[in-house]
């Protein structure tokens, strides 16, 4: 008796390297509203990300992606606060369709803060179902320039 094997499937197996390479670089796609700044960064050690495969790995193929979404604020005396929020994609989407879903949920944010204080808004999306600490978050919008200089105001 003959073993049944499944058939070759190039795409199936493409897909499974380049989810492996996002994973093994903490590939994450950021984005910073008061720089207008969108970049490819590793979100565990906070650095640029600069691969082109990395690039193509991100663009080209549908993920699960885990979006965090934060809105920037500062009060009167210079105090600076944010509010977030974190949610999975339903089914697998390529990062080209996730404008509305972000901008759906980054407009309920930005209401339920407060207009005076907010300085900006920024979101992180990865393609991997991950769980994302306040504190890391924090630390790749600051990376980014999310947050001004006390010094400066």
């Known amino acids: 008796m003959s073993k049944v094997r499944k058939p070759h499937n190039l795409k199936a197996r493409m897909d499974r390297a380049c989810r492996a390479l996002l994973k093994t670089n903490h ?3 950021a984005n910073v509203e008061p720089r207008d700044q969108q970049i490819m960064i590793n979100w565990k050690h906070c650095t ?3 691969s082109i495969p990395v ?3 991100l663009c080209d193929v549908a993920h699960h992606w885990t ?3 934060s809105v920037f604020c500062q009060m009167p005396d210079g105090q600076q606060y944010s509010k977030s929020t974190e949610f999975t994609t339903i089914g697998m989407h390529l990062v080209a369709k996730l404008d509305n879903t972000i901008e ?3 407009a309920e944010l930005v ?3 407060n207009p005076n204080h907010v300085i900006g808004s920024g979101w992180i999306a990865i393609p991997d179902q991950v769980s994302l600490e306040e504190a890391q978050a924090n630390r790749i919008f ?3 320039g999310a ?3 006390k010094k400066a105001a």
């Open 104 to 106: 759906a949920a980054h």
């Open 111 to 113: 209401a339920q803060a």
């Open 48 to 50: 640029q990300i600069r």
């Open 142 to 144: 600051k990376a980014m």
């Open 147 to 149: 947050w001004p200089d």
């Open 67 to 69: 979006i965090y979404i």
């Open 55 to 57: 690039a193509n790995a």
């Open 27 to 29: 590939a994450a796609v």
